[in-house]
């Protein structure tokens, strides 16, 4: 289906990619891995045609149709709901064809053509498309009535949404997705993972969400940090990541052991030599002409023995030292302040004058507690953390803060951050530090020299997600209120923001789909937002099961 011959691609004098080559069949299902940066994104949009390799060859079957979800994909236009899914999956284009073709059937060619159009129109389900398209619009959460919205007056949340439905409705036999959990709340995500698992087409994926690459990818594509070329393995996400560790150990060991051997023989030359430098400056006395000669004669040999073993050295096949980068880690710490620490929410309505609420909302937040908000995407969510954090004001009722809270808040847009500054002067400036202080900070968080002199605007999204987050130590936040926090990270930053959250003592009020790193942030209580409803969540394993149901029955009705 899919064959990758030695593919390269520079920009200016940056390698990306080098002598890149696998292959996939039917129905393999791939994880694209590697750190922000290393040339994910760029191979997918060769795959998809929408960039060229400078070297190398991309063979896709000559009949294959190509699905390509891009980070930062949103629906446009004010086509309704289901038009929208028409046009862009090819059947309103099809019923055209087939409609201007039934005329002209006495002609071969127009009948030929006719009968191509018919069998691509059978293949994507056409008769049944509306309620295909339905059944997939529900798995996203979507109710029937939205199929007649205008795409214009959807959340951006729903247009990625729309848009991944669409892809999937064209019936594609090559899906490539970057980041396709980023937009998802839990229920989508299930709903997409149970899809893939059942679909026949190759699927290469990039994302951060390792419960996501479990369930779903039986392959790693791993892009080398160094190398920029490709290196294909079997199995899950999860042994995946225990083979590199073992991989790592065993190049340690390997070359330690190499290591020590080239010091001993060393050592052996060494004394080699020296009982051969010896023995051919040993006089004696004249009665000791059969002694000199033994000692000379000796003391060749054991020059000879010196080169010998010199050589053996030169011979031996060199293991390289595993190249290690230290372990990023998140120095974060909650300030011990004086006063009061808990969180009030007084029968809150949270929402727009005139538009969308949610609440009633009463809950007091203890010192320490994790508290963790599900919901669908555009249920609400990051209204209420705005309205918590005083970004809104509550329609009705009181948000009382203690006085010895420090909000540390990031949300999903890094709304806080001026893009018009660079790192170094928004510690300077907003976190109190000297600049020596700023870049060492920063580098603790994996922001270099020279990306703390960029603009904010100009760093990535994990960019500005690292650098919240020094902000965060800089203050010694001991409330920490996270909208989806892992998005935009690499699974790097991940684990380093989990382990983080392990030691953390401060509280912690988080939004997430990631359920990997939910279960790591070991929450005390979870709430669900739904209808504009806030009700708590008595055990949400039983929550993820049914989330889990619901898919599968949707799966058997399409």
């Keep these: 289906m899919l064959t990758v011959k030695q593919i390269s691609k520079n920009y ?13 069949g039917k129905g393999d299902k791939a994880a694209l891995v590697g750190p922000n940066g290393v040339g994910k994104t760029t191979l997918l949009r060769i795959f998809a045609g929408i960039e060229e390799p400078d070297s190398g060859t991309v063979e896709v079957q000559k009949t294959a149709c190509i699905g390509y979800l891009e980070q930062d994909t ?29 005329t002209q059937l006495t002609d071969p060619k127009k009948a030929l053509e006719y009968g191509e159009a018919q069998e691509r129109y059978d293949h994507l389900d056409g008769y049944s498309f509306s309620h295909r398209a339905k059944i997939i619009l529900s798995g996203f ?7 007649d919205r205008s795409v214009s007056d959807l959340s951006s949340g729903q247009k990625v949404k729309v848009s991944l439905a669409g892809i999937l409705l064209k019936g594609v036999d090559l899906l490539l997705l970057d980041e396709p959990t980023n937009n998802l709340d839990l229920p989508s995500l299930i709903w997409l993972e149970d899809f893939l698992k059942t679909s026949e087409a190759v699927v290469i994926i990039v994302s951060h969400d390792r419960r996501f690459l479990d369930k779903v990818t039986r392959k790693i594509i791993e892009i080398d940090r160094n190398t920029k070329s490709v290196t294909v393995t079997g199995g899950k996400y999860s042994d995946y990541l225990e083979m590199s560790i073992k991989r790592l150990e065993s190049a340690r060991e390997a070359y330690r052991l190499q290591q020590e051997e080239i010091e001993r023989l060393t050592e052996e030359v060494r004394k080699k030599k020296m009982e051969a430098d010896r023995g051919s400056r040993w006089q004696g006395s004249d009665n000791d002409k059969f002694l000199r000669g033994f000692k000379r004669d000796r003391a060749g040999r054991s020059g ?12 031996i096949e060199k293991v390289e030292r595993p190249i290690e980068r230290d372990p990023l880690e998140i120095p974060l710490e909650a300030s011990s302040n004086p006063g009061t620490l808990h969180i009030t929410l007084d029968n809150v309505v949270a929402g727009y004058p005139g538009g969308f609420s949610i609440g009633p909302v009463s809950i007091e937040i203890m010192y320490g507690n994790r508290v963790g908000i599900m919901g669908l995407n555009g249920s609400g969510k990051s209204t209420l953390l705005k309205t918590l954090t005083g970004v809104n004001s509550p329609l009705s009722g009181s948000v009382e803060i203690g006085s010895g809270i420090r909000i540390g808040n990031m949300m999903q847009e890094h709304e806080i951050l001026p893009k018009d500054k660079t790192p170094i002067e928004f510690l300077e400036g907003e976190g109190k530090l000297s600049t020596q202080d700023s870049y060492a900070k920063l580098a603790k968080f994996g922001i270099g020299e020279q990306q703390a002199r960029r603009l904010i605007s100009e760093l990535s999204p994990g960019g500005r997600a690292r650098l919240i987050l020094a902000f965060f130590s800089a203050l010694s936040v001991n409330a920490l209120v996270l909208d989806e926090p892992t998005n935009h990270l690499d699974i790097e930053a991940v684990q380093a923001l989990e382990e983080t959250l392990a030691l953390y003592t401060g509280t912690v009020i988080l939004v997430s789909h990631d359920r990997y790193f939910l279960e790591k942030a070991k929450l005390t209580t979870v709430y669900l937002i739904s209808e504009g409803q806030f009700s708590r969540i008595g055990d949400y394993k039983e929550y993820i099961e049914s989330m889990e149901k619901r898919a599968k029955q949707l799966l058997k009705s399409l």
């Design 74 to 102: 949103s629906v446009m236009g004010t086509d309704t709901v289901l038009d929208y899914l028409k046009t862009v999956s090819g059947i309103i284009e099809l019923e055209k064809k087939l409609e201007d073709l039934s």
């Design 304 to 315: 000879k023995r010196a080169k010998a073993i010199e050589k053996r050295i030169d011979q």
């Design 141 to 147: 959460g979507f109710v029937e009535s939205d199929m």
């Design 12 to 24: 200016g004098s940056r390698t990306v990619l080098s002598d890149v080559s696998f292959a996939l």
